[in-house]
């Protein structure tokens, strides 16, 4: 039930769970997981856009995690995969059944309306200037170290660290071609368009630097779901 995005059997679609039966579903081939107190049955997904990083929330409350992760009208596409919601002595509780202090309840609160603050601050939003700038002067950065090896192939201590000063700069730009990737791919560039960000990060990944852009983001995506 619920494999590939079908939808589950409406026998238990409405139903009410608890955490006990939850946490009986923690493997990819059986996989359901929390988000906003409904309960959605995942098993089997692996098309999932973000890939087998989905997996790392079965059993579990995957609510803060699903919304620092998807952009705008993700959340509609969870309706397909809905089988229930959070029975209501679940709602105060962690997944492994221990009560939550009324301080770690207010620090979830508080920790969600930040960050809807900062969202409509705008401060999540980026700027194509910025980037435009960064991305022309690391291109500058290659084509800089290039110039300095081609011209200076001479056999002279000069040549030699002309040459070795363009090696330096190549490491340079390597680094940042390391580091546009990471925030192309992110999502911190492209916030509304992320097939623009996918296309540019297999520019800026891929070609620029030479690693793979999928292996990197189900390794990356992983480790901030799941950073402890």
């Known amino acids: 039930m619920g494999r590939g995005g079908e939808r589950p059997p409406s026998s238990i679609v ?16 059986d996989a359901w997981l929390v988000c906003n107190n409904k309960v959605y049955d995942v098993s089997g997904w692996h098309e999932h856009p973000g890939g087998d990083v989905i997996f790392t929330a079965a059993g579990d409350d995957a609510t803060d995690a699903f919304h620092m992760f998807h952009g705008k009208g993700a959340s509609k596409q969870l309706d397909q995969f809905c089988i229930g919601s959070l029975d209501e002595p679940s709602r105060t509780q962690y997944s492994s059944t221990k009560e939550k202090t009324p301080e770690q309840i207010a620090f979830e609160k508080g ?5 809807q603050k900062l969202k409509t601050l705008g401060l999540f939003e980026s700027s194509f200037a910025y980037y435009f700038y960064k991305m022309a002067s690391t291109l500058c950065l290659a084509l ?29 730009y390597f680094q940042q071609c390391g580091w546009l990737a ?36 189900n390794k990356h995506n992983t480790h901030h779901s799941v950073p402890n």
């Open 14 to 29: 409405a139903s009410e769970f608890a955490w006990k039966e939850i946490t009986k579903h923690r493997s990819p081939n």
């Open 111 to 115: 920790y969600r309306q930040l960050r």
């Open 144 to 172: 800089f170290a290039a110039y300095l090896i081609a011209t200076n192939p001479q056999k002279t201590a000069l040549g030699l660290g002309l040459r070795l000063a363009g090696a330096s700069i190549l490491g340079l």
């Open 182 to 217: 990471h925030e192309i791919l992110h999502h911190q560039v492209f916030t509304t368009n992320r097939a623009y960000g996918h296309y540019f990060g297999l520019l800026w990944g891929n070609l620029a630097q030479g690693f793979s852009c999928s292996w990197w983001m």
